[in-house]
């Protein structure tokens, strides 16, 4: 499974203790290594994903000994261990590779390490608005892609531990120079995020002080999920990757602006605002292109709940029963004396059609969505 033994990582929040946590449900024999804060630590062996636990300040004792570093922290952090690994001198080989957001500068730095270490930067493109291993999901990157920027030149062998990582855990691998890296997901994740907070931040107070925001749909809750993001996070990929976010939302303003435009005209340019729409149908469309990123579509079905005790326990007991992979529940309405629905995704339309019978024949209604 794994041609290394020991794994260090370095931060233990969402996306170190989901990775640690899948290593561990394979039980294989890699030896879990986490460095960060004694709270963090306590809670780790608690949870029983990490085998080994240090202190950041313990760095001589959790350098050594270790095949793979992989730094986890804010890319900020990143960037300060990379300078203290630089005065250090291991004894043996180490792998040292990374996973925030931004490449270009964590690359720069990372790859003037000197030997014995050798350094490539990695970005998985898996994670989500909330932090800290309480949320650690071993599942969290299958099917996702995996960024690799490895120094030009640098043979896939010798940051082969990265790429079994990358494997073991259902990701795609995809090998790109740091620069356009920055510059793609600018465009993919960091201006998004921008527009979402924005969004989140700008409720006018005619709304608020009603309490009228309540009245959003899925739409604008779906909008705005990634609005609840961590600032430690967030602060340091606006930093390192600033002229990139600010041409993705320049790019972005000026299509808002067309459309904006193109209200002001209707009803004589209504063409105009029809086309925009057709372009945003192909544009969403182009997301889920066969093949592509195809961590986010899934299959849903809506299931119309009966009112009464365990009705959600009904469900779900015979799509259990016959082994169906349930990937995402989510309970949509839930009104007083009216029955819920039930939202279930699932990663294959045979599965979805599957539930589907069962349910119906249960007398269940189910909606495809
Ligand atoms: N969350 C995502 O969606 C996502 C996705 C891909 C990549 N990333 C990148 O992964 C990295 C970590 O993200 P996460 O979601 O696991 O975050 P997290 O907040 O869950 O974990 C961050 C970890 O870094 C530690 N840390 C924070 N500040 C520190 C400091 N000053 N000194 C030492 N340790 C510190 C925290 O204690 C925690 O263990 C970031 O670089 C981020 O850009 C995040
Ligand atoms: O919240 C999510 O769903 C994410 O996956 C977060 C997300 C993204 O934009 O896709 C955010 C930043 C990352 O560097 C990678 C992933």
Not at 218 to 225: L, S
Not at 253 to 269: F, H, V, Y
Not at 296 to 322: H, M
Not at 325 to 332: A, P, S, W
Request: some cysteine; aromatic content about 8%.
């Amino acid at each position: 499974m794994f041609s290394f033994q020991r794994i260090t990582f370095v931060g233990f929040g969402l996306l170190a203790s989901s990775l640690a946590a899948a290593i561990k449900q394979a039980k294989s024999k890699v030896i879990i290594r986490a460095v960060s804060s004694p709270k963090t630590l306590e809670r780790a062996k608690e949870l029983q994903i990490a085998d080994e636990t240090f202190g950041y300040e313990e760095m001589e004792s959790w350098v050594e000994g270790s095949d793979v570093i992989l730094l986890c922290t804010p890319i900020s952090v990143i960037l300060s261990f990379l300078k203290k690994l630089s005065q250090m001198k291991p004894s043996r080989p180490i792998l040292v590779s990374d996973i925030g957001s931004t490449k270009a500068e964590i690359c720069r730095a990372g790859e003037s390490l000197p030997a014995p270490f050798r350094f490539v930067g990695s970005h998985p493109m898996a994670g989500s608005e909330k932090h800290s291993l309480e949320f650690n999901d071993p599942s969290l990157f299958e099917n996702a892609y995996w960024f690799i920027c490895p120094p030009s030149g640098m043979d896939a062998s010798e940051y082969r531990y990265l790429s079994e990582i990358i494997a073991f855990v259902g990701s795609t691998p995809v090998v790109f120079p740091p620069e356009h890296h920055d510059q793609t997901v600018a465009w993919v994740s960091h201006m998004p995020q921008m527009a979402s907070t924005s969004l989140a931040a700008n409720i006018p107070a005619r709304l608020l002080d009603n309490g009228y925001q309540h009245f959003a749909g899925r739409a604008f809750r779906d909008m705005t999920r990634i609005a609840a993001s961590s600032w430690a996070m967030w602060k340091d990929i606006a930093e390192t990757n600033k002229p990139e976010i600010l041409h993705a939302l320049d790019e972005y303003i000026a299509g808002l602006k067309a459309t904006r435009d193109a209200i002001s005209n209707i009803p004589a340019e209504e063409e105009t605002l029809h086309r925009i729409f057709l372009q945003g149908n192909e544009g969403r469309a182009s997301l889920f292109a066969p093949g592509k990123n195809s961590s986010n579509s899934f299959f849903q079905l809506t299931v119309q709940l009966k009112d009464e005790p365990g009705s959600i326990l009904s469900v779900l007991k015979p799509l259990a029963e016959a082994k169906l992979n349930i990937r995402d529940v989510e309970l949509m309405k839930v009104r007083e004396n009216i029955a819920g629905t039930l939202l279930l995704a699932f990663k294959k339309e045979e599965q979805a059609n599957a539930a589907r019978v069962i349910l119906q024949s249960l007398g269940f209604v189910v909606t495809e969505r």
